[in-house]
Structure formats: C-alpha cells, structure tokens
C-alpha cells in the first residue's frame, strides 16, 4: 500500500519568513495530493491540493510543488503569520479506491 | 463544497458498552464515505470505506467485528464501537468522497472511554 513520509515533524520560524514542508510518497500510482491544516481538536482543513497533471499550484501564499519522477511533494507558506501555526498534514490517494494515506504531520508555530 | 455532520460531537462511555457514531452528508449524495481515527498527537489513519448499500472495506489491524460500519443510505453512515476499551479513545471523523476526489471531513466525535 501507499507510504507517506513527512519532514520535518516541528517547524519554528519567524513571522514573515517562509517555511517549507515536505513529504514523499511509494505508490506511483498515486495521482492527487492534498494538504490540510489542523487546529487543535478542529477536523483537517483543505488549504491546497495538487493533481499529477500539474507540477505546480499557487494560492496567494501558499504554494504546492510536485515532483512525479522523485515522488516527492512540498508545501511552500510564504509571509508566515501567527495564525498559520497548526499541524499540517500531507496525503496522497491513486488507484481505484480514492483513499487517503496521511503523512505524521509538521507543527508549524510562527513566532511574532 | 459538500456539508457533512456528526453526531456526537464528544460521547463519554464506560468501558464495555457501545458506542453509535452518525455522519451525515446534507447536501450530497454520498456514495463512498471513509471513516479514520486520530489518536492525541497523531496522524490520521483510515480505519474502513464505506459504500452505500453494501459491506464496508476495513484497513488491515481494524477489527470489522469491533468497529461496525452501517452505510445504508446515500446521506448516512455509522460507526459503532461495541465493548468499547480505554484504548478505543479517540477522535473519530468521517468523510465524504467529492465528484473530483477530494474529501469532505465531518466535524468529528471525541470519544473517550472510562
């Protein structure tokens, strides 16, 4: 089955800063990526997703890169704020059976 | 995007009864929901799929017996723990699969066992 893996696990960076989370996937197979954003005891929030007929995708400051030959995928969170700091989780999903594989999660805080 | 409710938001059980987890999708019809457990600190991991009208699909280690997973309607799934343990405490959430893939999450239930 599909193996995410996420670095790094804790993110501190100062506000205004970038900050870049990254994650790899197994299955080749896999074709949709998303990213969520996780506040305490709140469900994940969908903040950017990415499918692998694009290699690159942009939000006001969130960007999602996509590297299909490496298997590999980033976050990119430009002008970081207070109130970007959360858990953030990576996933990926292929195949026929549309389910998510979550990677362990970054905890992003942004000191003021 | 797609609305999806659970009810409870937090149940306190003792240990040994059963518990009954509703999702439901109010403005979409739901064909295919997935069910995933968080543990305090940790990630997300699938417990089962849900499809509407036949058996669900369980993620090896989960126990189908334990964990039961009614989806009989296309705006309802359940999940019901029975003989609920301490260690079955946890955030429950569910979601719906969308027309392009993406999934719509449920607010999620808190459970805890004592």
């Known amino acids: 089955g599909e193996n995410v893996e996420q670095h790094p696990s804790t993110l501190s960076v100062q506000e205004g800063d970038s900050a870049v989370i990254k994650c790899t996937y197994s299955?080749?197979?896999?074709?949709?990526f998303p990213w969520y954003k996780q506040e305490l005891g709140k469900r994940p929030q969908l903040i950017i997703d990415?499918?692998?007929?694009?290699g690159e995708k942009k939000d006001q400051r969130i960007a999602v890169t996509l590297n299909k030959t490496a298997k590999h995928f980033s976050l990119h969170i430009t002008e970081t704020q207070p109130e970007d700091s959360a858990v953030y989780f990576c996933a990926a999903s292929g195949g026929s059976n549309y389910k998510l594989t979550f990677g362990k999660g970054t905890l992003l805080t942004v000191n003021p | 995007g797609a609305v999806v409710s659970q009810h409870p938001s937090w149940v306190i059980c003792k240990s040994g009864t059963s518990v009954k987890i509703e999702c439901r999708s109010l403005?979409?019809?739901?064909?295919?929901m997935f069910w995933y457990r968080q543990f305090p600190k940790q990630s997300l991991m699938l417990m089962a799929t849900s499809n509407e009208g036949s058996k669900a699909t369980y993620e090896q280690g989960v126990e189908k017996d334990k964990f039961l997973i009614n989806h009989a309607s296309l705006t309802l799934s359940t999940l019901t723990v029975t003989s609920a343990h301490p260690e079955d405490s946890s955030f429950y959430i569910c979601?719906?699969?969308?027309?392009?893939?993406?999934?719509?999450f449920g607010p999620g239930t808190r459970l805890t066992v004592t």
């Open positions: 979601t719906l699969l969308g027309g392009a893939r993406e999934q719509y």
């Open positions: 299955d080749s197979a896999s074709n949709y």
């Open positions: 403005d979409f019809q739901a064909t295919t």
């Open positions: 990415i499918r692998s007929n694009v």
